[in-house]
């Protein structure tokens, strides 16, 4: 078993920076890909940013490629989702993922991951 709990959310204006963490214990992390998830009000969950086991690979949603950065410390047991030039239309609850076996094709699937955090709110205001 592996347990994942976020930080590092919180309120921000449209331009501003976040940086999530998503802390493992249970387990090492880098026996597992990461990937990071969002989910808005009345919306369905959607994939952001996932991150290969030994940190070498990197994957991103379109809409916030150039803008968030994926990062691991392995030796921290820890991923990070390093948010920039954030919009009102990121505010979402974030969750990070834990999956021991996933390839290219389903890492944005998240019933492909076996291991949730409980979520943390990031609210970008206009």
């Known amino acids: 078993q592996v347990q994942l709990v976020e930080s590092g959310g919180g309120l921000v204006q449209a331009g501003g920076s976040l940086r999530l963490s998503c802390a493992a214990s249970?387990?090492?992390?880098?026996?597992?890909?990461v990937g990071w998830f969002r989910q808005a009000p009345e919306k369905e969950r959607e994939f952001v940013a996932a991150?290969?086991?030994?940190?070498?690979?990197?994957y991103y949603a379109d809409s916030v490629k150039g803008r968030f950065a994926i990062s691991r410390d392995n030796a921290e047991n820890t991923v990070y989702l390093q948010m920039n030039s954030l919009k009102p239309e990121d505010t979402a609850v974030y969750y990070c993922?834990?999956?021991?076996?996933?390839?290219?094709?389903?890492?944005?699937?998240?019933?492909?991951?076996?291991?949730w955090g409980q979520g943390t709110q990031v609210t970008v205001s206009s």
């Open positions: 993922a834990a999956a021991e076996l996933i390839t290219r094709a389903t890492m944005t699937v998240g019933n492909e991951y076996d291991y």
């Open positions: 249970g387990r090492t992390l880098s026996n597992y890909a």
């Open positions: 991150i290969s086991r030994n940190g070498g690979k990197t």
